[in-house]
């Protein structure tokens, strides 16, 4: 088997990194994969809040609840 063939594998690689998460609202986020768990409650530094691609508001250090979570993608 692969050493990245698992999805928390694949977020473990981009933990460092920008990320953009989409939730089921239809809300975005771009920020810093800081932190995340087996549910995918994810942390993140820098963040912001994006709609139509421009960006909302800075909100800094956020947390969000894994099920909320439809799309993690690099930013």
Do not use: C, W
Not at 41 to 47: C, F, I, P, Q
């Amino acid at each position: 088997m692969e050493t990245e063939s698992r999805p928390l594998d694949a977020l473990n690689k981009a933990r460092g990194s920008r990320v953009l998460l989409e939730l089921k609202n239809g809300k975005q986020f771009v920020g810093t994969l800081k932190a995340f768990d087996i549910h995918i409650n994810t942390v993140l530094d820098d963040a912001e809040e994006r709609e139509s691609g421009e960006t909302k508001r800075k909100l800094g250090t956020v947390f969000v609840r894994g099920d909320t979570i439809i799309l993690i993608s690099p930013a």
